[in-house]
């Protein structure tokens, strides 16, 4: 399953400017260059590129890293060739469900399809993989705990709770078996 998937996960690398507290001084506002990092789950061969929208807040440039054609991961691809850098648009942003979708000028990507017909159920296996802190072609695995979880009474948002290892960056992914 991993090797199937892995190639459709990709590095989002974020750049732009923000402000910063300077030694503790609350009364004075620096701006910054940052820098951030994360994952993402190309949806579509065309680019299409579903990743957090915390990771692309406050995006000047955005960038996704990409393993060459034909590599199932990560370290198989530092042996032949190196990954691909293209350069992304951001085309849009769900805040509250923390989601972005990204372009890349690309095709015939490897990618992961969304189904919506597939229920899931509490007790099943899922897989976190994803690019945690820079680390790429991390994989965990764990169950799901709840498929309707609400943080907040008043939320109109639903969570699916896992115990995969929350790790930012990363994305869940469910295989079917």
């Known amino acids: 399953m991993v090797s199937k998937v892995s190639p459709a996960i990709v590095q989002i690398l974020?750049?732009?400017?923000?402000?910063?507290?300077a030694h503790g001084h609350t009364q004075t506002a620096r701006i910054v260059r940052q820098h951030a990092m994360g994952s993402g789950v190309i949806v579509d061969p065309d680019?299409?590129?579903i990743t957090n929208a915390h990771v692309v807040e406050g995006a000047q440039r955005v960038r996704v890293v990409v393993s060459p054609a034909g590599s199932s991961s990560q370290m198989e691809a530092s042996s032949h060739q190196p990954p691909q850098i293209l350069d992304a648009s951001i085309l849009?942003?769900?805040?509250?469900?923390?989601?972005?979708?990204?372009?890349?000028?690309?095709?015939?990507?490897?990618?992961?399809?969304?189904?919506?017909?597939?229920?899931?159920?509490?007790g099943e296996l899922v897989f976190a993989i994803g690019s945690p802190e820079g680390l790429r072609d991390s994989v965990t695995m764990g169950v799901v705990s709840s498929v309707a979880r609400q943080t907040d009474t008043n939320d109109q948002m639903f969570y699916v709770q896992t115990d995969a290892l929350s790790i930012q960056g990363t994305a869940a992914v469910r295989w079917s078996i």
């Open 92 to 122: 849009g942003r769900h805040q509250t469900a923390d989601l972005a979708l990204l372009k890349i000028e690309a095709t015939h990507m490897p990618f992961i399809s969304l189904r919506d017909n597939l229920r899931v159920r509490q």
């Open 47 to 49: 680019g299409y590129i």
């Open 14 to 21: 974020v750049s732009g400017y923000g402000s910063a507290q």
